[in-house]
């Protein structure tokens, strides 16, 4: 079964720079870590109609999970679940579960005396209202729940936008699903720090190990220490069980530092360079 993931997020302040994109990062990182494969990152504008035709494109490539972020909310631009309501052709209508959830933590605010009454406004209303099928997921930190669609074998997972609320919600009920699917999937990562080399001559030693270890991924972050050149390669992978893993990565490790230290290169580890 695919492990793949494309992520979609939501909002025009993205694309202004106005908010700088920092659930992006941190979903590629964790759900990559969990053993799944993140393939692409969207980023698009509060429009209920782009909203529908990128989830339409998405859903056409067949990943196994699309998740979103942002556009949950209950003001105007706040047009996540309408345009995934397009995107699938669903109605949206007011969810049962979700408005029990919202009502709910109203009634803690007013217990905090955040506010004086629960009173359920339309802006409050609006939160409850999901594709038809959708299940609500409990928002532990706010007030917008996360929302949980299958679509023909893909699982379509909205979550807000506020960071806080978008990792709460993704712990508690997301990561178990993706964990699930990614069974015994080990995500496993080295790096190490190349010293005298420039990253063009290091480039053909790069192809020449990932193309004989075709399972490893290997990125160069180039940088300087003093004047020579001080180039990180990060070598990564994800495999069946950590084992096989450890075994890919080191086995690439071995070539890549035998090919550098050829061409004159010295090699140090993470922790020497931090040290140094």
Not at 1 to 9: A, G, K, L, Q, R
Not at 33 to 39: A, K
Not at 209 to 228: A, D, L, Q, T
């Amino acid at each position: 079964m695919s492990t793949s993931v494309e992520i979609i997020c939501v909002g025009t302040e993205l694309l202004i720079g106005q908010t700088l994109n920092t659930n992006a990062h941190w979903l590629a990182k964790i759900i990559t870590t969990l053993g799944l494969n993140v393939y692409r990152i969207t980023n698009i504008a509060d429009d209920i109609d782009e909203i529908a035709d990128t989830l339409q494109e998405a859903l056409h490539r067949k990943p196994r999970f699309i998740i979103t972020t942002g556009g949950l909310g209950p003001t105007f631009d706040d047009k996540t679940l309408e345009g995934i309501a397009k995107g699938l052709n669903r109605e949206i209508k007011i969810n049962d579960g979700a408005l029990k959830m919202i009502e709910k933590t109203y009634s803690k605010y007013v217990e905090e005396r955040l506010i004086d009454k629960v009173e359920l406004t339309p802006p409050r209303i609006k939160m409850a209202k999901l594709p038809e099928g959708a299940k609500p997921l409990p928002n532990p930190i706010g007030t917008a729940p996360g929302v949980l669609m299958e679509h023909e074998g893909i699982t379509i997972i909205a979550l807000p936008g506020v960071p806080s609320e978008m990792e709460a919600i993704f712990d508690e009920s997301v990561a178990p699903i993706l964990k699930k699917a990614a069974g015994d999937a080990t995500f496993f990562e080295t790096s190490i720090h190349v010293l005298g080399v420039m990253e063009s001559d290091i480039a053909p030693l790069i192809d020449q190990v990932m193309h004989n270890n075709p399972y490893v991924y290997i990125k160069s972050h180039p940088g300087r220490e003093g004047e020579k050149p001080r180039l990180e390669l990060n070598l990564t992978t994800t495999a069946k069980d950590l084992k096989l893993a450890k075994n890919r990565v080191g086995k690439a490790l071995v070539e890549i530092t035998e090919l550098v230290q050829q061409k004159g290169g010295k090699i140090r580890s993470s922790k020497e360079v931090k040290e140094a």
